[in-house]
């Protein structure tokens, strides 16, 4: 494995990587030199410094993963590293201590007029008066978005003896209720608050999310505090409410153009703070995204799912510990209809029953998905692209949940619709987690879905299994393991035969040939772990 590394990281992170891989630090390249470069890595790491746009992505045809030492990813093209079936993950945890703290620092110096003291006694002069300030206490401060950062503040916020409100249309209002925090419309927000914090992600949505109508609904004397991304508040928008004293103040640490121009008229302003994104300047900070990200990319690399990727559903380190092995199953239950279905595939619904329904379910949906475009597909399919290729080939993916789960403490049943019918399989864990299908379409079977198989629908009579039998015999094939089901005896039954070795397109053509069979399909599952 060869990684690329292209800003400056923590040496723990970069002895993390070492560890396992041979890594390559080349600082400081150029667009057309880093394209250059990229062909021959399996990863990527950045910092914010490299923008990983579209020609980079496309010119890494061994690239699997890029991983952004910290939080935002503006400056990585995901939408075509999604397309490319490369995986993006970041680093969100590791500065959120960092994060919040500058935030509340920011908070503390904007009310104590700190940073403009300091001057005016480095210039020798000793102005007490001017400097008179606002104690935060009883005051209410107003937080946009309560993800890790967020909440943080919320937290130290509530230690300063603050009143905390916030609006965050993605958090329940029992989350909400635990942290002691008021939940509000944006607009509600705006009108109560004594100090307004942003941190929120920077999107197409967030863009300019304060503007000069959401300034002119704050408070007359409130204070304005941006430590997540720069564009989420309209910089001349604030200016002017600065200027006219509509606001006493504002604290930044991030800005839509940075480095922050010397011409800024923000820079005009007396009653604004600025620092040049500091925000997850500490020495524990970055020793701590430094090595999340590098055990993701490390994770990653091993074919293993990560706990923070951008363009997948983020899962918790114990939760995924609990979902590999429904991951497997359900890989191998979407590869084993990819093989069944016979025809393209227009639909796919997986119902999850049982306890496994209570469970986050969007990775195993994935999986199942991906499983199923495999061996349709010559181009790599993994969690990252499914998603994409589904949408391309006209799949219409969902999900049910059901309590019935017919005898088994935890059921997935998958089913894919054709031109010409549907086809299902039924699959759970036995034991210590070891996959199992249970049900191919209507009929009970019991087999690890594993290896080579040879699966066939024929009349229920006697001789049939024996007439498969012998022809493979006779091209020295050995079977391993063989399944039987069927609804009633002298109607339809359904074989399925676990075999050592590939057969041959002619066996095939001989066993399809049999008076009796006219369904028969060769299936290779791989092994026990889960592709992609």
């Known amino acids: 494995?060869?990684?690329?590394?292209?800003?400056?990281?923590?040496?723990?992170?970069?002895?993390?990587?070492?560890?396992?891989?041979?890594?390559?630090?080349?600082?400081?390249?150029?667009?057309?030199?880093?394209?250059?470069?990229?062909?021959?890595?399996?990863?990527?790491?950045?910092?914010?410094?490299?923008?990983?746009?579209?020609?980079?992505?496309?010119?890494?045809n061994k690239l699997k993963v890029i991983g952004r030492a910290g939080v935002g990813v503006d400056n990585v093209d995901v939408e075509t590293a999604t397309s490319k079936g490369i995986l993006v993950v970041n680093s969100p945890g590791g500065n959120t201590t960092a994060a919040a703290e500058h935030t509340i620092g920011l908070i503390l110096a904007l009310s104590r007029n700190i940073p403009q003291a300091n001057a005016a006694l480095h210039s020798g002069k000793w102005e007490r008066s001017r400097f008179t300030g606002v104690e935060v206490l009883n005051k209410v401060i107003g937080i946009v978005g309560l993800g890790r950062v967020g909440t943080e503040v919320a937290r130290r916020a509530q230690g300063l003896l603050m009143r905390v409100v916030a609006f965050d249309p993605f958090l329940s209002e029992e989350a909400a209720h635990k942290l002691?925090?008021?939940?509000?419309?944006?607009?509600?927000?705006?009108?109560?608050?004594?100090?307004?914090?942003?941190?929120?992600?920077?999107?197409?949505?967030?863009?300019?999310?304060?503007?000069?109508?959401?300034?002119?609904?704050?408070?007359?004397?409130?204070?304005?505090?941006?430590?997540?991304?720069?564009?989420?508040?309209?910089?001349?928008?604030?200016?002017?409410?600065?200027?006219?004293?509509?606001?006493?103040?504002?604290?930044?640490?991030v800005f839509e153009t940075e480095p922050l121009s010397a011409t800024s008229p923000l820079l005009t302003v007396p009653n604004v703070i600025v620092t040049p994104h500091l925000g997850a300047a500490t020495k524990e900070a970055q020793v701590n995204v430094a090595v999340d990200v590098a055990e993701d990319v490390l994770a990653a690399l091993r074919g293993e799912i990560v706990r923070n990727a951008v363009n997948l559903p983020p899962v918790p380190r114990e939760v995924l510990r609990q979902l590999e092995p429904y991951l497997i199953l359900a890989d191998k239950m979407g590869r084993l209809l990819g093989y069944l279905a016979g025809s393209a595939v227009d639909r796919l619904e997986v119902q999850y029953a049982g306890e496994v329904s209570e469970k986050n379910?969007?990775?195993?949906?994935?999986?199942?998905?991906?499983?199923?475009?495999?061996?349709?597909?010559?181009?790599?399919?993994?969690?990252?692209?499914?998603?994409?290729?589904?949408?391309?080939?006209?799949?219409?993916?969902?999900?049910?949940?059901?309590?019935?789960?017919?005898?088994?403490?935890s059921l997935i049943s998958v089913e894919v619709g054709t031109r010409t019918g549907t086809r299902s399989v039924a699959g759970t864990l036995f034991g210590a987690g070891e996959p199992r299908i249970v049900r191919i379409d209507q009929y009970r079977v019991d087999f690890e879905p594993f290896g080579y198989m040879l699966i066939d629908s024929h009349v229920d009579k006697p001789g049939m299994i024996g007439k498969v039998g012998t022809i493979l015999g006779s091209w020295h094939i050995n079977i391993a393991g063989m399944q039987v089901g069927r609804k009633s005896p002298g109607g339809r039954a359904v074989t399925v035969l676990s075999i050592d070795d590939p057969i041959p397109s002619e066996v095939l053509d001989q066993l399809r040939a049999v008076d009796g069979i006219d369904d028969l399909k060769f299936v290779d599952l791989g092994n026990r772990h889960r592709a992609g």
């Not at 600082?27 to 950045?46: F, K, M, Q, T």
């Not at 949906?365 to 499914?386: I, K, W, Y």
């Open 1 to 60: 494995m060869k990684i690329l590394v292209t800003d400056p990281i923590a040496k723990e992170g970069l002895d993390r990587l070492c560890c396992e891989a041979e890594v390559d630090v080349a600082l400081g390249l150029s667009p057309i030199d880093l394209v250059a470069r990229i062909g021959e890595y399996d990863a990527l790491v950045v910092r914010s410094e490299t923008k990983v746009a579209a020609p980079v992505i496309e010119a890494g």
């Open 180 to 253: 002691g925090v008021e939940m509000l419309p944006l607009q509600d927000v705006l009108h109560r608050a004594d100090y307004l914090t942003v941190h929120v992600p920077l999107t197409s949505e967030t863009h300019h999310l304060l503007g000069s109508r959401e300034l002119s609904l704050m408070k007359t004397g409130a204070r304005l505090i941006n430590a997540a991304r720069g564009g989420i508040i309209d910089e001349g928008a604030l200016f002017d409410a600065l200027r006219s004293g509509h606001l006493a103040g504002a604290a930044l640490d």
């Open 361 to 409: 379910t969007a990775l195993l949906t994935l999986a199942a998905l991906q499983g199923l475009l495999a061996p349709q597909l010559t181009e790599p399919v993994n969690l990252v692209n499914a998603p994409a290729i589904a949408r391309r080939r006209g799949i219409l993916v969902s999900e049910r949940r059901t309590s019935a789960a017919e005898g088994f403490a």
